[in-house]
């Protein structure tokens, strides 16, 4: 007997799944039978998809998602997924935002041909969108920080007597736990500072040359 088995996949665990869940509800899908990943589609490690196309789907069976790119994160994986569960599992596949993609309904040439056709469109589109995506991020991070912003951790400020503090410090006057308690820094930012600040100072000194 056919079963019809729907899928969702959010990029992240902050993403809400909701609209894609509804609309497999909304086409009559048992919710039972609707696998869902809560992972980033960057390694394609979905356990979910994984159990669903390797061992419920069946021949003769239906696949309905909401939109291609949860097939695949790239132009040659959705084409991969698509054959493969198409082709080797026999299992029609319907996509709700492309309804010509829709084996299910496209079993003569001419529509298997146009299907065939308007998937390779589209996947080379969603790829194609990702990747600009990634070009955009990457301009405006660089725009930005020739604008001066910053990014990552804030740097953290020095008291003004830090140097008089190190200086106390190296020449025995005070114990390691006090001239940390007195900066205010955390043990291992004391001693990173340090660090910093005893390099730059040999930098500054100059190495009378031999005439």
Partial sequence: ?????????????????????LDLIEFGIDEKNIYMDKLSGKDFNRPSYHRLVYKKLKSGD???????????RNYNEILQEWK?????KNVDIKIL?????????????IGTLIGDIVLQLL????????VNIHQ???????????????????EIELPDDFEDILDTWQCGGLASKDAIAISGLKYSTFY???KIVRERKEKEIEIPTQG
């Fill in 1 to 21: 007997m056919r079963k019809t088995y729907g899928y969702v996949r959010v990029s992240s665990k902050d993403q809400n799944e909701a609209r894609q869940y």
């Fill in 62 to 72: 239906l696949l309905v998602i909401k939109s291609i790119d949860r097939l695949g």
């Fill in 84 to 88: 493969y569960i198409t082709k080797e």
């Fill in 97 to 109: 935002d492309m309804p010509l993609l829709d084996t299910d309904q496209n079993k003569d040439l």
């Fill in 123 to 130: 996947s080379f589109v969603a790829e194609n969108e990702r």
């Fill in 136 to 154: 955009r991020q990457a301009e405006g991070i660089r725009a930005a920080k020739l604008r001066g912003v910053r990014f990552g951790r804030p």
């Fill in 192 to 194: 990173k500072k340090a």
